[in-house]
């Protein structure tokens, strides 16, 4: 019998989990980003397809391909979802909260889930403007604190996963399917 303690997940995010949207990469894809750490195996990868109408830069389609966790992959449906249709600024200013209140509220030990799907949206804004040479004015200049939050989850994730294999080899593959 399994000593594990289900974790209090939403309906939406089984929901999601069992049948997610936007799941696959998109061929012609402008531009693709990851978050997370191969290390662990938790990993995200946003796909989006951009075209330009009236000035504005939108969002035509949004994929994601997940290696993470049901959270992980709950979060990055609802993103994808989300951001489908919209432009770039506003695709820019979704959170994480947003993402864990459309998903009927995340448990605090899977906000990181959360934090990597927007970091990884981020990312592929940011090469996306690199890729067109063009940097529009509501662009931030520096990383934002959830850019860097991005960041501290993967080098947090690579030294929670160095730590577990150095005990248990068997520990880390374990926590992949959780
Ligand atoms: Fe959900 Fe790491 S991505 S536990």
């Known amino acids: 019998m399994s000593t594990r303690i289900p974790l209090p997940y939403s309906p939406k995010i089984i929901q999601l989990f069992k049948k997610p949207k936007n799941l696959g990469p998109i061929e012609d ?5 990851n978050a997370g750490s191969p290390a662990c195996g938790d990993m995200i990868k946003i796909y989006l397809k951009i075209s330009r109408k009236e000035n504005k830069d939108i969002v035509e389609k949004a994929s994601f391909e997940s290696y993470g966790c049901a959270a992980n992959i709950a979060a ?6 989300i951001i489908a249709g919209k432009s770039l600024e506003e695709a820019w200013k979704v ?14 030990i899977k906000y ?11 990312r592929a804004i940011r090469a996306y ?3 067109v040479n063009e940097h529009p004015e509501w662009l931030p200049e520096n990383l ?8 501290e989850e993967e080098e947090m ?3 929670y996963y160095k730590a577990m294999k150095q005990l248990t080899p068997q520990t880390s593959q374990q926590q992949q399917i959780q």
Do not use: N
Not at 29 to 33: F, G, L, P, R, S
Not at 76 to 81: F, K
Not at 96 to 105: T, V
Not at 144 to 151: D, F, G, H, P, S
């Open 129 to 131: 403007y690199k890729k």
């Open 112 to 122: 990181h889930c959360s934090i990597l799907a927007v970091g990884a949206l981020k």
């Open 144 to 151: 934002t604190i959830e850019e860097k939050q991005t960041m």
């Open 157 to 159: 994730l690579e030294r």
């Open 95 to 108: 959170t994480w909260k947003q993402i864990s209140d459309e998903l009927g509220g995340l448990p605090a």
């Open 76 to 81: 990055a449906s609802i993103l994808t979802d």
């Open 29 to 33: 894809a402008d531009v693709v980003e």
